[in-house]
């Protein structure tokens, strides 16, 4: 299900370059009106649509924007996102924050888009993480469905993730995953670093193991042991270059930061045009 962007959040997106007023703007007469299209300099992934006409709509209700490509379409560099009209002012006011948006929840959609297609045919599935941009966590876990990865856990509310510090504090795995099966029905995941922790854990039984830093070869062996009886995930340090050898592998899921915390915000420019409406 699409987010839909909080009007409070908006506020505050805006509140941040707007300030106390938009000085520049001021130079342009309150009944000017004017027409723009958002063109892109990048091959994309189109993600956003809802916050970048949310910007717009707490400025002014007679701003009117027309897609011109739907959510989740690739887009190819020189190619034209959307139309507006509507008074100028608010067009200007508004352009860098909705831009902002747009460019990098497409660049997220965009990167995980890459990341799909990587594995393609296999049975394995990308997770993003919490590596997210901070007020932006469900914009981007959004982005990322919406280029075809899928989402971990939202926050450490849904689900438990019993790493290695949980684990020393806990006092053993097994002793982790037993008192995590008392804390409510949620899935229960434990990260394991050799294949002695591995079989531990499988002796405790948790929904689902993440291997940490295994290299492909230990990957596949840990597939082997496991034989089916949990769900298993690879993680650390995976890029475009190695993933499809790790999905081969076997392993049901491969989490990756660079989904959400890497991305590189697509180049998009709004360009505006005085209306004689």
């Known amino acids: 299900m699409k987010p839909q962007p909080n009007p409070t959040d ?15 703007a001021g130079i342009i007469p309150e009944t000017t009106n004017a027409s723009a ?9 189109l993600c956003g649509q809802a916050w970048f006409e949310a910007v717009f709509r707490q400025l002014s209700k007679d701003i009117v924007i027309e897609w011109t490509c739907n959510e989740g379409d690739d887009v190819t560099a020189g190619g034209t996102l959307c139309q ?38 296999t049975d394995c599935k990308v997770l993003d993480t919490r590596k997210t941009i901070p007020g932006l966590r469900l914009a981007q876990k959004y982005a990322v469905g919406c280029g075809g990865c899928v989402n971990h856990r939202i926050g450490l509310f ?9 684990i020393i504090a806990a ?46 070869d230990d990957l596949r062996r840990a597939v082997a042991i496991n034989q089916g009886k949990v769900e298993l995930e ?44």
């Open 10 to 24: 908006i506020a505050a997106y805006l509140a941040e370059d707007v300030g106390s007023g938009d000085l520049t």
């Open 37 to 45: 299209r958002v063109v892109t300099r990048d091959n994309m992934v």
């Open 171 to 216: 006092g053993s795995i097994s002793a982790a995953i037993a008192k995590a099966r008392t804390l409510g029905n949620v899935m229960v995941e434990i990260e394991v670093e050799n294949m002695e922790e591995l079989r531990e854990a499988l002796t405790a039984q948790p929904d689902r193991i993440m291997l940490d830093n295994f290299s492909v």
């Open 234 to 277: 690879a993680s650390g340090n995976v890029g475009l270059a190695d993933i499809r050898g790790i999905a081969e592998t076997g392993v049901d899921y491969i989490s990756i930061g660079a989904l959400t915390k890497n991305v590189a915000a697509i180049d998009l420019s709004m360009r505006i045009e005085l209306s004689t409406a």
């Open 158 to 166: 849904d689900a438990i993730l019993i790493k290695e510090n949980h």
């Open 84 to 121: 507006l009209r509507g008074p100028a002012r608010a067009l200007l006011t508004g352009e860098r924050t909705a831009l902002n948006l747009l460019q990098t929840l497409s660049a997220t959609a965009s990167v995980a888009r890459r990341y799909a297609r990587a594995v393609a045919g």
